[in-house]
């Protein structure tokens, strides 16, 4: 503890010499501030005054001025300013000499409006109620420091409005997609975290033991293959906003740990999702913002339907400047890609190469809304096939401001095409990632016989970044991964 922990401390012990309890069990407030705010400004313009009231937050600020003292006190859903005189508190007032910055204390008083024209409470009694040990970074230049705003984030809660504001917007997003997709007659689920097959995605998984069976199991790395045993079982319509977990890298868009939201509608195809995701996306802007014309990286982005459909092989004619059907095997586009310039993994098959083109040369071109449709085969081995071109999948993906917000598919339900690409997907899969991808009780549930579906995934995280106009996913994550160090307790 530093010489100003060191002072906290004797404060604290002087206030329990003088009777006070410096952490009590509660304290009934009458209203939260911004609520006492309201009600204040309503009694105003009628002319009456309110009765007394118990309000509660952290000091953040403290002016003494002799025999009075101003200080301001915010509990997360606002700031009020507190008044406090000797003459009314009498000996009560030099315990203000105990308080410090980042104490939270409760006050009890009357509401009034200064000359100034600030609404303050005239405090007639006062309690501590949690005594802060630390002090508080200095606003604007003593929390900059990304790694601690991340590892100490309730700190950049209490000193960063905007941080706070930006998860509130996060809460109010994600509650928003629950209200849509509740009303279009989705029924909300849960599927296990743990499971015996890291399937439905292409990714790396984290592996557990579990000691009681004495078997590794996998977090999962996507929520779409026990959604779909859900479709078979016969609830047609079907969501789930979980968490996921890929062990893969860390960068401005990818978190090892992130929530994603996956739907699934029976007797629907991609036409009917692209139809679905633009709704939902304008919706949840409407509710969590109010507008659905924002602004992402510097740039206007209109959220408003219809989005445009943009073919994959015309995209990939107009901002890579090659067809990609003159390269139908690795070995070919490979080498294209290297004429291209690009670095490329000799690991990696087609569908991996064509989604690093996707990222390279398209991705970054396409901020207004749109829905990137029709992929090869083999970048989805979940997807049904094109109905028109047996060498697509009815595959879309949704990009904004520069970002991939959603992908989905007509989902294949044949088992037999199933099994065959579960078979090539293994067979192509890069040497470095040791999960095995075929799923046999998924192709028995497939057997039992799934209706025609159309499936949506949409991460939340980017979904978040996209309307709080944030450029990293650290920024709307409340805990994002960082690595281990020493933490330093002093």
């Known amino acids: 503890m530093d010489a100003l922990g060191q002072q906290r401390l004797n404060k604290l012990e002087r206030l329990r010499a003088r009777g006070i309890n410096p952490y009590p069990h509660s304290f009934q407030r009458s209203y939260r501030i911004a609520g006492a705010l309201a009600l204040f400004l309503e009694q105003e313009k009628g002319g009456n005054t309110l ?74 009694d006062y309690w501590v109620l949690a005594k802060s040990l630390r002090p508080l970074p200095e606003k604007w230049h003593g929390l900059a420091d990304t790694d601690v705003r991340y590892r100490r984030r309730y700190l950049d809660l209490i000193v960063n409005e905007e941080v706070r504001h930006t998860f509130l917007t996060r809460s109010r997003i994600i509650t928003a997609v629950r209200e849509f997709l509740n009303n279009r007659g989705f029924v909300e689920v849960e599927t296990p975290v743990f499971q015996p097959l890291a399937g439905g995605a292409a990714a790396r998984p984290f592996i557990a033991h579990y000691q009681a069976l004495g078997e590794d199991l996998y977090l999962r790395i996507a929520l779409e293959l026990y959604l779909k045993r859900l479709i078979v079982g016969g609830l047609d319509r079907v969501y789930e906003i979980g968490r ?163 992908n989905a598919f007509t989902e294949l339900n044949d088992p037999l095409d199933q099994r065959e690409r579960f078979k090539d997907q293994v067979k192509g899969r890069a040497v470095d990632t040791d999960t095995e991808v075929i799923d046999d009780d998924f192709i028995m549930a497939l057997e039992q016989g799934m209706p025609p579906t159309g499936g949506l995934g949409i991460g939340i995280d980017r979904l978040v970044m996209l309307l709080t106009n944030r450029q990293t996913i650290r920024e709307v994550v409340f805990f994002p991964q960082l690595k281990s160090r020493e933490q330093d307790h002093d």
């Open 51 to 124: 009765p007394e009231m118990k309000l509660a937050g952290r000091i953040m600020a403290m002016r003494g001025m002799g025999k009075a003292t101003f200080a301001d006190i915010n509990d997360g859903s606002g700031k009020i300013q507190l008044f406090f005189r000797k003459d009314l508190l009498g000996e009560k007032y030099s315990l203000l000499e105990d308080l410090d910055l980042g104490d939270i204390i409760g006050a009890a008083g009357k509401l009034f409006r200064t000359r100034a024209g600030e609404v303050t409470l005239e405090v007639a």
């Open 244 to 406: 996921v977990f890929r062990n893969e890298g860390i960068d401005a868009r990818h978190n090892p740990e992130f929530t994603m939201l996956e739907a699934y509608q029976a007797y629907a195809d991609y036409n009917d999702i692209m139809r679905l995701t633009e709704d939902l996306v304008e919706h949840t802007a409407t509710a969590a913002l109010g507008k659905t014309t924002i602004e992402f990286d510097s740039k206007p982005v209109n959220l408003r339907p219809p989005y445009r459909r943009l073919d994959y092989r015309e995209a990939m004619k107009q901002f890579w400047g090659r067809d990609i059907d003159k390269y139908p095997d690795t070995v070919s586009l490979r080498t294209a890609m290297e004429e291209s310039g690009m670095t490329v993994d000799p690991k990696k098959e087609r569908g991996k190469l064509l989604d690093e083109l996707v990222s390279t040369y398209i991705e970054p071109n396409l901020i207004q809304p749109t829905f990137l449709i029709d992929y090869p085969v083999e970048t989805a081995p979940l997807a049904k096939r094109h109905r028109d071109n047996p060498k697509l999948v009815e595959r879309f993906e949704l990009y904004v401001g520069g970002m991939e917000i959603a």
